[in-house]
């Protein structure tokens, strides 16, 4: 949907309030711009999206009354008319037209606007660079409502097209036009021009010039905002000959080469340019100025690597694509009356963090408001509402609920982890140091899966095996011990739960590697407490104790248990049997003698509500708050972590934070009379009042949406028959599509689970390393050409080696879900097995 052409300008045009003067201003910016078009051929194209009132007043009409001498190099249209002379969204009720779905409503009337600009952009001819120009009025101030009800300034965003505000030049118009201005500043608008006319009562034009000279000093957010101050309109004749006569002398005078109008189109000609120049720049600045993270640079070819991302909204990347340049002695190819940007869909939800979609705004209302009110300020033995508020609220009904105490804020998911372990490993080291003077010398380390992920600070990547992502670190040094996986996947259309490890009890898999178990439903999966006295947790529990005792005996000392509950995500998108999990808590934590072994004693006293064995670690960064369709992973272990690890998803995908926490018993090992044993830990930057207040505004969010059905179809699709299961599970992928994938040749298995999909694809020598995935989808990059003619997404992913992933919002339409479902079957089904 986003729109910008080498050969066509596209503007739009805001009015700081009503009757300021849009249409005069939209008929001398025609004319203005017109002077160079080519004769009796359009040259520029005025667009009233929505008109409201008797026809022969509308604004379309008024462009072609007063074209002037230009009239046969200016077309004019309206796409939505309405008689009744009121708002658009009153005027869409008295016209017999009900919303029932503002959402969609809003997607169609952005899609007809989206398809007028680009059929206008490919009818155009490129062998000269014509100075085109496209009006894009709108009706009233920057908030008044389309038909729909929704506002013009969220409504259009998705266009989110350079735009020219119309200032206020009546009493208080100073107020109405700044506050115009920051409204759409908030939602991502470069303004490049103001126009205003000239008032000698008020002189609001005097002051709007000053200020936006000293804004664009000392200011480099969004475009440098030029100010045209144009002449006052003359006043409307009662005979309307005269009237017209004296309108159009006006109009003469205004578009004259030197007038201020024409200064306004050479500067949007040029900020054009500029934008055009800048976007093309980024690739090769970047290659020489920037350090990716996960990127071997050395196998980076060139700036066509590099995606340059203009802006985003909602699910959807507008990235400038890099065809060749057309010039004079090299035609362009019919491509060149394309867009430069093209949408992308976001399919690792810019790696895991989405949650309601790009520029989402309230949560950049509550990020400024925040802003506004705190900046930032120091948190040690002082508070504030937005932290204060947000401990509460994830102890006492969120993720913490029956179980937590306390909320310890640091800066991101590895850094949460960070604090996870010394709190657990602290809370180890003091339980067993008074029964055990040795055993407290020794250095403890952590139970774990393989496969695991913590991050890249250094003791989180300690706390993981050995792997591509931590043991080529100089620094690292493993410690403790990973257990093996069984994953959970459907294969062949089938729900399989298997490891690839010999497991004494269970039934050897199809290619004799290891086990695998069929079930009925992937509901029956996720049932634990029923399958707790299964043969196959049987299995489970003797495989872990027979492993624990041995290590014990080997000398082998632990402090935590760290789990990544659920889905395994860097590990390989690795969906876990939740049943393990659960065998896997309860062993450990029934295990108080064999961790305290050392002591002597038989047991240890512990106060009721203690943690048993070691404290349990739930790093919840990827999967918690409804990643993977539930709040957190208690909702299906049907256990409770010690200490629990947010972030991500936390603030909506907007802004950096992590909350770790912990239990009353893990809070209480920190008491004490010296300072040298509190949790020595921190940044600068502890519980921000911003990202405390936008995760309160994203919680609050998600849980309307788990409150008001927003899922409820999709609930309905997983639960194939199983609606008693109080543990279903869930998707917003289509159970039946992730079975479908399950039958192709080239899928070993696929998964899902809330917005998560993972497609591991048959490579014999799979892995990181692999580049199987990458290549096997590399054609949904590009975008196609959907049947009524709109451009549909391309859709920019990431791959784990052999593992595809693709991650949606938690909003995420249905129709964008069927479009996805549908690209990604067509390109692995034509893929060769």
Request: hydrophobic residues 35%.
């Amino acid at each position: 949907m986003p729109h910008l052409y080498r050969h066509l300008q596209v503007h739009q045009i805001f009015g700081a309030n009503t009757n300021v003067g849009k249409t005069i201003v939209s008929t001398a910016l025609c004319r203005s711009s017109a002077r160079d078009g080519r004769a009796n051929r359009p040259s520029v194209f005025y667009l009233k999206p929505v008109s409201t009132g008797p026809p022969d007043e509308a604004d379309d009409s008024h462009i072609l009354r007063f074209a002037g001498p230009q009239r046969s190099t200016i077309s004019s249209w309206c796409l939505f008319k309405y008689n009744e002379p009121v708002s658009p969204h009153l005027a869409a009720k008295s016209a017999g037209i009900e919303n029932a779905s503002p959402n969609s409503f809003d997607q169609h009337f952005v899609q007809s606007v989206s398809r007028h600009i680009a059929g206008i952009a490919k009818s155009l001819p490129l062998e000269r660079r014509h100075s085109m120009f496209f009006c894009f009025p709108t009706s009233t101030g920057v908030h008044s409502p389309i038909p729909s009800g929704t506002t013009q300034a969220e409504a259009y965003r998705p266009l989110r097209l350079p735009t020219i505000l119309v200032g206020d030049s009546n009493l208080g118009g100073i107020s109405s036009t700044l506050s115009a201005y920051e409204s759409l500043l908030l939602r991502g608008y470069d303004v490049e021009t103001l126009l205003i006319f000239e008032e000698n009562y008020y002189r609001n034009w005097e002051y709007l010039s000053e200020w936006f000279a000293k804004r664009n000093r000392e200011s480099t957010v969004g475009a440098k905002t030029h100010v045209g101050v144009l002449p006052k309109p003359p006043e409307r004749k009662v005979d309307p000959a005269e009237d017209h006569d004296v309108t159009e002398q006006y109009y003469d005078r205004l578009c004259q080469p030197e007038s201020p109008m024409q200064e306004v189109v050479t500067h949007l000609a040029k900020a054009h340019r500029r934008r055009i120049e800048t976007l093309e720049s980024i690739p090769n600045r970047t290659l020489q100025h920037v350090w990716w993270p996960f990127v071997q640079h050395a196998t980076v070819e060139g700036p066509q690597d590099v995606t340059v991302i203009d802006s985003a909204h909602g699910d959807i990347f507008d990235a400038a694509l890099s065809p060749p340049t057309p010039t004079l002695e090299s035609p362009a190819p019919a491509s060149g009356t394309a867009s430069i940007l093209q949408p992308l869909f976001d399919g690792s939800a810019s790696w895991w963090t989405q949650a309601v979609g790009h520029a989402n705004t309230s949560l950049t209302l509550a990020a400024s408001y925040a802003s506004g009110r705190y900046g930032h300020v120091i948190f040690p033995l002082a508070s504030h509402e937005p932290a204060l508020q947000l401990a509460e609220r994830l102890i006492t009904k969120g993720p913490g609920k029956d179980w937590a105490a306390r909320a310890f804020f640091s800066d991101n998911g590895s850094t949460g982890m960070e604090v996870a372990l010394k709190m657990a490993i602290r809370s180890t080291k003091l339980r067993y140091q008074s029964s055990s003077p040795t055993s407290a010398k020794k250095e403890l380390g952590v139970l774990g899966l393989k496969g695991s992920y913590h991050g890249d600070t250094i003791g989180a990547m300690d706390a993981c095996e050995g792997g591509v992502y931590n043991a080529a670190v100089e620094w690292y040094k493993g410690r403790g011990f990973w257990f093996d996986v069984p994953t959970v996947g459907f294969k062949g259309g089938g729900v399989v739960v298997s490891g690839e490890w010999r497991l004494s009890g269970a039934s050897l898999s199809p290619d004799g590697r290891g086990w695998s178990e069929d079930f009925a439903s992937i509901q029956d999966v996720y049932d634990v407490e029923s399958r707790l006295s299964s043969k196959l947790a049987n299995s489970y529990r003797a495989h872990i104790q027979d492993t624990l005792e041995h290590l014990v005996e080997e000398g082998h000392l632990f402090g935590a248990l760290v789990i990544e509950p659920l889905i395994m995500g860097a590990g390989g998108m690795l969906f876990v049997d939740p049943l393990f999990h659960r065998v896997l808590i309860d062993t450990v934590r029934s295990s108080t003698r064999l961790f305290s072994k050392d002591s002597g004693s038989s047991s240890l006293h512990l106060e009721e509500g203690c943690w048993k064995g070691l404290p349990v670690v739930y790093d919840e960064v990827f999967t918690g708050l409804y990643r993977a369709g539930c709040q957190s992973a208690t909702s299906i272990l049907k256990t409770n972590p010690d200490i629990s690890v947010l972030a991500k998803i936390l603030t909506g995908g907007l802004l950096p934070l992590s909350v770790t926490l912990a239990s009353k018993s893990v809070y209480d090992s920190f008491l004490s009379p010296n300072k040298v044993d509190a949790l020595l830990h921190g940044h600068s930057y502890t519980a921000n009042p911003i990202g405390c207040a936008v995760a309160n505004e994203a919680l609050g969010m998600l849980e309307t949406m788990d409150q008001n059905g927003t899922w409820q179809r999709n609930q309905d699709l997983w639960k194939e028959g199983s609606i008693e299961v109080s543990s279903s599970v869930w998707s917003i992928w289509s159970p039946i599509f992730v079975k479908d994938l399950s039958r192709l040749g080239v899928v070993e298995n696929s998964m899902a689970l809330g917005t998560v999909l993972a497609i591991c694809l048959r490579d014999q020598s799979g892995g990181y390393s692999s580049n199987l995935a990458q290549r096997t989808l590399s054609q949904l990059t590009s975008s196609m050409s959907a049947e009524n003619g709109n451009s549909a997404f391309g859709v920019h992913f990431r791959t784990l080696g052999n593992v595809a992933y693709f991650i949606t919002s938690l909003n995420t339409s249905g129709e964008t879900i069927s479009t996805l479902q549908s690209r990604i079957l067509n390109a692995l089904d034509s893929s060769p097995s």
